[in-house]
Antibody
Framework: QVQLQESGPGLVKPSQTLSLTCTVSGGSISSGNYYWSWIRQPAGKGLEWIGRIYTSGSTNHNPSLKSRVTISVDTSKNQLSLKLSSVTAADTAVYYC??????????????WGQGTLVTVSS | SYELTQPPSVSVSPGQTASITCSGDKLGNKYACWYQQKPGQSPVLVIYQNNNRPSGIPERFSGSNSGHTATLTISGTQAMDEADYYCQAWDSSTEDWVFGGGTKLTVL
């Protein structure tokens, strides 16, 4: 059974960089045809896909976040990380990591972390 | 960018059938999936690739996708099904994942 656990600071100051880690257990982050993604959800609002990294290391991100997103993997620690730069109050949300599987054009998120709340405030 | 539209809310009586729609341009040509999210919890996949149920999801959950609309159907709705439901699809033009805005299902 794959499990994902997000961790990181719960409070980030405006203009700084938000940094989160997702630790994967029950399977290797570097094997299989999976995408590892970050998704966020502001309080009372819907889900927003942030970006993804494939097991090969290739990445994509939501263009609405422009170039503020960096996603990487540390295979030695079986961890996924997210960095979001120049944060504002609009980046306050619960951040989830999730695994996607299914193949081209038919991916779906089968495992999710429990989420971690990040508040952007001075 | 590709958009998926869901009704903000749907109400259903216990034991009845609930239908939640998700609309997008030529959505029937894509694969849709559905997530259930209860308050304070992470989303849970209930339907993938239009009409497949993951292991552990009750048979009362089913899905369809045709034309411009995907539909999540819950037959014999139970009080425990009260939750927010999100559809999701892949935008092949940008290779981005897109979520619908979510539908709050009330069982009353």
């Amino acid at each position: 059974q794959v499990q994902l656990q997000e961790s990181g600071p719960g409070l980030v100051k405006p203009s700084q960089t938000l940094s989160l880690t997702c630790t994967v257990s029950g399977g290797s982050i570097s094997s299989g045809n999976y995408y590892w993604s970050w998704i966020r959800q502001p309080a009372g609002k819907g889900l927003e896909w942030i970006g993804r990294i494939y097991t090969s290391g290739s990445t994509n991100h939501n263009p609405s976040l422009k170039s503020r997103v960096t996603i990487s993997v540390d295979t030695s620690k079986n961890q996924l990380s997210l960095k979001l730069s120049s944060v504002t109050a609009a980046d306050t949300a619960v951040y989830y990591c999730a695994r996607a599987r299914g193949g081209y054009n038919r991916y779906y998120f089968d495992y999710w972390g429990q989420g971690t709340l990040v508040t952007v405030s001075s | 960018s590709y958009e998926l539209t869901q009704p903000p809310s749907v109400s259903v009586s216990p034991g009845q059938t609930a239908s939640i729609t998700c609309s997008g341009d030529k959505l029937g040509n894509k694969y849709a999936c559905w997530y259930q999210q209860k308050p304070g919890q992470s989303p849970v996949l209930v339907i993938y690739q239009n009409n497949n149920r993951p292991s552990g999801i009750p048979e009362r959950f089913s899905g369809s996708n045709s034309g411009h609309t995907a539909t999540l159907t819950i037959s014999g709705t139970q009080a425990m099904d009260e939750a927010d439901y999100y559809c999701q699809a892949w935008d092949s033009s940008t290779e981005d994942w897109v979520f619908g805005g979510g539908t709050k299902l009330t069982v009353l």
